[in-house]
Structures are given as C-alpha cells and as structure tokens.
C-alpha cells in the first residue's frame, strides 16, 4: 500500500522544454490535487480533481495543464516550462471523512 | 490580512522545553483547522486537526481562538525529533477544490 506515488522525484529542464508529471494513489479516494511549493510562499494548489473525468482551476493554474487519467491516476503536464515554474511539485488526496491531505513525496523541477 | 499568517520563525529551543506557534486567520467562518509537520525536503503529514476549542495529542496540545481568529500549537518536552516546518492550514476564502490555505509554516529547531 504505496499511498500516493509521484515520479519523477528530480527534473532539470530548459526554458521552453516540455514534461509530465505523473501522480498516483491506491487509497480508492475520488479527489485529487496539484500543489506547488516555493520558499516563503506555502503551498498553493496548482489544479484539483474532485472525481474522475473532471478537473479544475485552482490558485495558479497558469502555465500547466491537467489530465485524470482514471480514478488513480493525475499528471501534471508542463508544456513550455519557464524558469518561474521552478518549486517542488506535490501531488495529494484528501481523505472522504476527515479530510486529511495525503501527500506524495514531491517531485523537485527546476527550469534553466 | 492575509488569509493564513504565521511567524516563519526559526525557533531554536534547547531540548525538554516548551514551545508555542500561533497562526491568525481571516475567514471568520472557518469551522476546521489543521497542522502538519514537514520535514526538511519531504512531505506534509498531518499533526493534528482542531474541530472546535482545541485538541491534544500527547506533547502536542492545539488551541482555537475563535475571538481572535488565532490557533496555537503547544508543544511540551519538545525532542530532538520535533525539529521540523509546522504549516498552519485553514479554510479558504478564495477559490480551490479544496478549499484549504496553507500558512508558510513555522520552522523549529531544538538543539542540545
């Protein structure tokens, strides 16, 4: 029971570059979300899914598109990166009841 | 106000001492609050959630202020292992799936 798995864990990129961002979960849950995270700033959530088939704006969508593959799987895609897309990428689900976030390890890019 | 504001610290205590962090809120409507503990370049886990007064957990003791708008996390005995970013996080006023704002956390650090 892995929880939530995220790959890759370390991406170096150059502007202008495209990746994908690959996030699943064997915890069953309907949610899941994109956050992104930058020194000083907390984490801000990127894009959210709250059921398969659907998907969301949230805070700082800008710059990056979604996909809810199935109920277990969520990529982040970055189609043109720029150095401001630079932080450490976390993908989480919320547990139904408690809500309690459940967080991959993080995945750390940085853009060139 | 920021929708979520806490002291980033750092709090450098000596082991076996008692330690507190506040966080200030500005939806006055919010009704739950969380913290969770993120080690140096890893994930956030959830600490504990705060539902109404306050929670305890062992060492760990939330309080809530609903007057205020504040929530504290009290740690006593702290350890070596306490050492860590606590992330104040409540509900959001602005948009999101989740509706959930993190702080930028609190960094502590207990020594010897």
């Known amino acids: 029971n892995a929880g939530v798995t995220q790959t890759p864990k370390f991406q170096v990129l150059k502007t202008g570059q495209s990746m994908t961002l690959q996030c699943a979960q064997d915890m069953n849950h309907n949610s899941m979300y994109w956050y992104r995270q930058d020194p000083g700033m907390g984490l801000r959530l990127i894009y959210y899914s709250a059921s398969e088939g659907t998907t969301d704006k949230g805070e700082v969508p800008n710059g990056y598109n979604v996909s809810r593959l199935n109920k277990r799987e969520f990529s982040l895609r970055l189609e043109s990166a720029a150095p401001s897309q630079t932080s450490v990428y976390f993908c989480?689900?919320?547990?139904?009841?408690?809500?309690?976030?459940?967080f991959g390890e993080g995945s750390r890019l940085t853009v060139l | 106000r920021k929708e979520v504001e806490q002291d980033p610290g750092p709090f450098n205590v000596p082991e076996g001492a008692t330690v507190a962090f506040n966080c200030t809120y500005s939806?006055?409507?919010?009704?739950?609050f969380f913290w969770y503990r993120q080690d140096c370049r890893k994930e956030p886990k959830l600490l504990m959630s705060?539902?109404?007064s306050g929670n305890e957990d062992g060492r760990f003791t939330a309080q809530l202020n609903r007057a205020s708008q504040y929530i504290s996390l009290l740690i006593r005995d702290s350890k070596l292992s306490d050492s860590a970013t606590y992330l104040c996080?409540?509900?959001?006023?602005?948009?999101?799936?989740?509706?959930?704002?993190f702080g930028t956390g609190t960094q502590l650090k207990v020594e010897l």
């Open positions: 939806n006055s409507a919010s009704q739950s």
């Open positions: 989480a689900t919320p547990a139904p009841n408690t809500g309690e976030l459940f």
């Open positions: 996080v409540v509900p959001s006023i602005t948009g999101g799936g989740n509706k959930l704002t």
């Open positions: 705060v539902y109404s």
